[in-house]
T-cell receptor
């Protein structure tokens, strides 16, 4: 594809609901990243995959957050029992090589009511 | 822990003026530094990538410098235009591949 795509673009959830956010990286990109961006702030790292291996999940804020990339391409970020503080934009990025630029998707804007 | 700071948080200039955006980071052991542009409600667009061994990168009206030893990078945008209005973010990559972002500088270029 031409770039990183994410779906849905917008998601409204009631507190306590589970949500699943999808990321399709650029074809051939080995590494995939998830970031969380609160309003008016810079993105913060959540987790990172190299192919299907999750190499770093140190940024996941709680055990309600879970990410997977089972076949080394598409990734899903799942948030269980959503809370209001989970409201943010969730950004996905991919790179083809360690030294290359990270390319970002448009993000999923999550609002938890 | 790496911390990235961008000053000022917001900047307003008349069209045609040059823009100077500053980024500082606390740990100089970086792999590279990347500047991004973010328009309201949109994702991040990569502008320039500077490897740790480089001093600067240029693309059109954009020039970014890197002084790793002092933990600083500066993004220059020449002859600003209203279309340059956006939030500009810098991010550093250290070991582990993840990016650490600054809080961004919101730029408004007035016609």
């Amino acid at each position: 594809g031409a770039g990183v795509s994410q779906s849905p673009r917008y998601k409204v959830a009631k507190r306590g609901q589970d949500v699943a956010l999808r990321c399709d990286p650029i074809s051939g990109h080995v590494s995939l990243f998830w970031y969380q961006q609160a309003l008016g702030q810079g993105p913060e790292f959540l987790t990172y995959f190299q192919n299907e291996a999750q190499l770093d999940k140190s940024g996941l804020p709680s055990d309600r957050f879970f990410a997977e990339r089972p076949e080394g391409s598409v990734s899903t970020l799942k948030i269980q029992r959503t809370q209001q503080e989970d409201s943010a934009v969730y950004l996905c990025a991919s790179i083809w090589d360690r030294g290359a630029a990270q390319y970002f998707g448009p993000g999923t804007r999550l609002l938890v009511l | 822990k790496q911390e990235v700071t961008q000053i000022p948080a917001a900047l307003s200039v008349p069209e045609g003026e040059n823009l100077v955006l500053n980024c500082s980071f606390t740990d100089s052991a970086i792999y590279n530094l990347q500047w991004f542009r973010q328009d309201p409600g949109k994702g991040l667009t990569s502008l320039l990538l500077i490897q740790s061994s480089q001093r600067e990168q240029t693309s059109g009206r954009l020039n970014a410098s890197l002084d790793k030893s002092s933990g600083r990078s500066t993004l220059y945008i020449a002859a600003s235009q209203p279309g340059d209005s956006a939030t500009y973010l810098c991010a550093v990559k250290a070991a582990g591949n993840k990016l650490t972002f600054g809080g961004g500088t919101r730029v408004l270029v007035k016609p």
